[in-house]
């Protein structure tokens, strides 16, 4: 039972490159969410999905897009990426009101 | 969702109980208190949560106050592995919307030997 799976674990993008930041879960949860965490500071909401087919914005939206692609998968886009961007991106699955899993994250560096 | 306060930082020498307070006064009737620690470059870890009763389970005991406007997290033993930060969060029942945690800054614990 793996629970979270994020990939890649390390990434370096130039400024203005594309990438798609891989999450899956292997415990039939319906909630997915993806977060950032720039140093020294707590975990930000980027975006969500409360099941298969729907996602909303969360606190820092801007510069990302996320697709749902089955029960199993989440992925975030960065389109345009910013040096702004560079963070530690973690991925997080749950179940109605149980708690949260959250896998080992991404760290991402935009120069 | 309601707010929560936490000390910016603790310490804790290692074997003895921890306990880390947190303040949310303006916790509504249907939001839960959830605690998660994140330990370093880790992601966070679920630890505990309840609604109004006192519960325990193997990592720790969480108290809530009568009034619900204060609870404390406790470690009865802390280690050297417990050091983290510490997150109090309130949240109503339910996933996606309703369920969405929102992090502050936490409390962090260093225990040392």
């Known amino acids: 039972n793996a629970g979270v799976t994020q990939t890649p674990k390390f990434q370096v993008l130039k400024t203005g490159q594309s990438m798609t930041l891989q999450c899956a879960q292997d415990m039939n ?17 980027i975006y969500y999905s409360a099941s298969e087919g729907t996602t909303d914005k969360g606190e820092v939206p801007n510069g990302y897009n ?42 991402l560096t935009v120069v | 969702d309601a707010k929560t306060t936490q000390p910016p930082s603790m310490d804790c020498a ?6 880390l307070p947190c303040n949310h006064s303006t916790i509504s009737g249907n939001e839960y208190v959830y605690w998660y620690r994140q330990i370093h470059s880790q992601g966070p870890q679920y630890i505990i949560h309840g609604l109004k009763n006192n519960e325990t389970n193997e990592m720790a005991s969480l ?4 009034d619900r406007k204060s609870s404390t997290l406790i470690l009865p033993h802390a280690t050297l592995r417990d050091t983290a930060v510490y997150y109090c969060i309130v949240r109503p029942l339910g996933s996606g919307n309703t369920g969405k945690l929102i992090f502050g800054q936490g409390t962090t614990l260093q225990v040392k030997p």
């Open chain 1, 29 to 45: 949860h319906n909630s997915m969410y993806w977060y950032r965490q720039d140093p020294g500071m707590g975990l930000r909401l």
């Open chain 1, 66 to 107: 996320v697709s749902r692609l089955n029960k199993r998968e989440f992925s975030l886009r960065l389109e345009s990426a910013a040096p702004s961007q560079t963070s530690v991106y973690f991925c997080a699955s749950s179940r109605d009101n149980y708690g949260y899993t959250f896998g080992s994250g991404t760290r």
């Open chain 2, 14 to 19: 290692e074997g003895r109980a921890a306990n």
């Open chain 2, 63 to 66: 108290i809530i106050t009568e």
